[in-house]
Every structure is written in structure tokens, then in C-alpha cells.
């Protein structure tokens, strides 16, 4: 594909670039900077890429970019060489005892619920343009982004998450909670049917007064890679003169991946999970671009450097969490990034 080759170009000549397909749309855009210029996002036209906490916000804007799209037609089958990630003993003892601590933070009634995470490296050069291409065909329902910087680095996802889509005065957003991995006969139980409810009412109780009336559908299950989870539509029309940034400011981060109340949550984690998360968990996507503003949560998602890949993956703490349990379920997220990877 034309914009792929475009990719590698900008690439060897450390140049900005981004790389995107929506969920259920086969186009492929590509936005590419015309110089290596770091933009901090404030609300300039064009694609963010917002960390989860505390990084530079970085946008390409549209007026320093060339934008293109093209169909995605990946007729080549890649054979990836699959890369297993052996078991880490010592990540499932610590990320454990941190489940644990979190769990009883939780008993005190410090707050309701966490979202914990860790991350995995692997050593091993990674072909991007190859595990891209493997990521846009085997994800065809999620966001499937490739974003590089020269003075930020390389990151990819495909994220099964939406933080906003605003358009003409309406929003959409969505709770997405519990995660089991996909099977015919999924049913859930009443850890993960609190847990999404948490998420629910917590972007009820953040987005109620920016709204004139609010729209949430009955929770379903939603397929996502080998999970599923479920998930809450979240709708609603904006009152007069509410910006696009509040919402996001107000949506950011969400109880899916931070936690409530959010203050004492995030600094637990940032107090406890002892790594930066830099832009997992943040957001990305399109601001202000052709009047449409569409966002999403990045999870699913890996740091690609010349010798080191590193995934990125988490998941909601209750108080009837269990820690073996929370470990399996970030393993089972990690193998969404690890089953696409292709070495060099
Ligand atoms: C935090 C992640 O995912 C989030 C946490 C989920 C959970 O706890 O069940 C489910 C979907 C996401 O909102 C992740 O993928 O890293």
C-alpha cells in the first residue's frame, strides 16, 4: 500500500507521522508532518496523541501536515514469526501483592475501584510496517493506529475504546468494563456487572451538566480481539457553548482506566504501580477535523523501540477482586499485541 511505503520514508528521515483506521472502516488514513517540530496540544485542528498523565500532549495540527487516505487492501498473507512471551514469575508476584495492596485500599474505603497495570517488555527488534499490517487485518472492529515522533518514539494499538465522539453539538462516548475471553456462551458475573456500572455512573455523574439530556443504553457484550467486554452506549446533545475540550476534560481519564473517586485512585497507582505509563491509557485521535472530533482510549497498545517492544496492559480492581484472577486477565490482554507482532 501506497501510504505504508509513505510511512517507511518518513520514517528513515525522522520525520512525524500517523497511521489510522476507524473501527468497521476499511480506510486508511495517514497524516504526515511536514517537520520534525514537537506541538504541544492545546486545541489546535488536527490528530492528538494525549498521555495518560503528566507527558507532553503532542498534536500534528493540520495546517503543518499532508493528509491522505487509501482503501485497505493488504492482498500479501505475512507469516508473522510469532514471538511468545515467557512467563514472568516475578511480574505475577509483584503485580499481585499490588492487587492485593489495591484491593485493600479498597476495604478502608480509600476508594471504590482502581484500574492497575504493568507492562511486558520484549527483546526483540520488531518489523513495524509487517506487525501493522497484521494488526489493521486482524482487528477489523477497533481503532488500529501506528504513531511516530523523533523526540517521543514509536507507539501501536488497535483499542476497542472510544473516549468521545463529538459532532454537530452531540456526543457519544461509551463504559467499557469486565473483560472474559471470547467464547460462544459468555455470561458474566456480578464482579464484572458492578464494575462496568461503576463506569457507567461515573461518566454519568462527569458529563451530566454539559449535557441537556443524557442517553445509556442497557449494557451488551462487545467482542474485542480473543475478549470480550461489556459496554454501555453513552449518548447525549451539548448544551450551548460547551467546548470540545471540556468534554474531554471531564471524560479523561475515565474509570476504565484510572479509577473513582479519580484523585485518590490515580494517585494510588501512580504511587504503587512503580513504572510511568506515558501515553498508555491516555487518548488519540482526531480533534476538530472536518468538524468532527473522534477520540479513543489507547489500550491494546505497545512502545516500539530499536531492540525493546514494550505492551502495555491493565484491568479494573473491586473489592471482589482476586489477584491470580487480574493477572491471567493482563496476560490475556497482552496476547491482543504479542499475536501480531513480527520480528525483524
Ligand atoms: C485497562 C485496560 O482495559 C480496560 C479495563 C477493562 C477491565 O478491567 O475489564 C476492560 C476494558 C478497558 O476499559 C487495558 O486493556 O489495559
Known amino acids: 500500500m501506497k501510504l505504508l511505503d509513505k510511512v517507511l520514508s518518513h520514517f528513515q528521515n525522522q520525520l512525524p507521522f500517523v497511521v489510522y483506521a476507524k473501527p468497521n472502516e476499511e480506510i486508511l488514513h495517514g497524516i504526515f508532518q511536514n517537520n520534525a517540530t514537537l506541538n504541544v496540544f492545546e486545541n489546535q485542528k488536527g490528530f492528538v496523541f494525549a498521555s495518560f498523565y503528566n507527558?507532553?500532549?503532542?498534536?500534528?495540527?493540520?495546517?503543518?501536515?499532508?493528509?491522505?487516505?487509501?482503501?485497505?487492501?493488504?492482498?500479501?498473507?505475512?507469516?508473522?514469526?510469532?514471538?511468545?512471551?515467557?512467563?514472568?514469575?516475578?511480574?505475577?508476584?509483584?503485580?499481585?501483592?499490588?492487587?492485593?495492596?489495591?484491593?485493600?485500599?479498597?476495604?478502608?474505603?480509600?476508594?471504590?475501584?482502581?484500574?492497575?497495570?504493568?507492562?511486558?517488555?520484549?527483546?526483540?527488534?520488531?518489523?513495524?510496517?509487517?506487525?501493522?499490517?497484521?494488526?489493521?487485518?486482524?482487528?477489523?472492529?477497533?481503532f488500529r493506529y501506528l504513531w511516530f515522533h523523533p523526540k517521543?518514539?514509536?507507539?501501536?494499538?488497535?483499542?476497542?475504546?472510544?473516549?468521545?465522539?463529538?459532532?454537530?453539538?452531540?456526543?457519544?462516548?461509551?463504559?467499557?468494563?469486565?473483560?472474559?475471553?471470547?467464547?460462544?456462551?459468555?455470561?458474566?458475573?456480578?464482579?464484572?456487572?458492578?464494575?462496568?456500572?461503576?463506569?457507567?455512573?461515573?461518566?454519568?455523574?462527569?458529563?451530566?451538566?454539559?449535557?441537556?439530556?443524557?442517553?445509556?443504553?442497557?449494557?451488551?457484550?462487545?467482542k474485542a480481539g480473543n475478549l470480550v467486554h461489556l459496554k454501555s452506549d453513552i449518548s447525549g446533545k451539548l448544551k450551548q457553548n460547551v467546548s470540545e475540550l471540556e468534554v474531554i476534560n471531564a471524560l479523561h481519564p475515565t474509570s476504565a482506566v484510572c479509577g473513582m473517586p479519580l484523585k485518590v485512585a490515580r494517585n494510588f497507582l501512580l504511587e504503587n504501580e512503580k513504572y510511568n505509563r506515558k501515553y498508555y491509557a491516555g487518548f488519540l485521535g482526531e480533534f476538530q477535523m472536518q468538524e468532527q472530533t473522534n477520540l479513543f482510549v489507547n489500550l491494546r497498545c505497545c512502545e516500539i523501540e530499536n531492540t525493546i517492544t514494550t505492551i502495555y496492559v491493565g484491568c479494573g480492581i473491586t473489592k471482589d477482586s482476586q489477584a491470580n484472577k487480574e493477572f491471567i486477565e493482563t496476560e490475556n490482554k497482552a496476547k491482543t499485541v504479542l499475536s501480531i507482532l513480527v520480528a525483524k
Open 55 to 142: 507527558e507532553t500532549n503532542v498534536v500534528f495540527p493540520i495546517s503543518d501536515s499532508e493528509v491522505f487516505q487509501e482503501e485497505i487492501n493488504l492482498e500479501i498473507e505475512e507469516n508473522p514469526i510469532q514471538i511468545e512471551s515467557k512467563s514472568d514469575e516475578n511480574a505475577r508476584v509483584s503485580f499481585e501483592n499490588l492487587v492485593r495492596n489495591g484491593v485493600s485500599e479498597i476495604e478502608k474505603g480509600i476508594f471504590e475501584k482502581v484500574v492497575l497495570s504493568r507492562k511486558i517488555d520484549i527483546s526483540q527488534p520488531i518489523d513495524f510496517i509487517k506487525s501493522y499490517q497484521n494488526l489493521l487485518k486482524k482487528y477489523p472492529t477497533a
Open 152 to 222: 517521543v518514539g514509536m507507539w501501536m494499538g488497535a483499542t476497542p475504546e472510544q473516549l468521545a465522539k463529538i459532532e454537530n453539538n452531540t456526543f457519544e462516548t461509551v463504559a467499557l468494563a469486565g473483560t472474559q475471553v471470547y467464547s460462544e456462551t459468555v455470561s458474566w458475573q456480578e464482579k464484572e456487572i458492578v464494575e462496568q456500572q461503576l463506569v457507567t455512573d461515573y461518566i454519568k455523574s462527569r458529563t451530566e451538566n454539559l449535557v441537556e439530556s443524557l442517553q445509556i443504553s442497557e449494557s451488551y457484550t462487545q
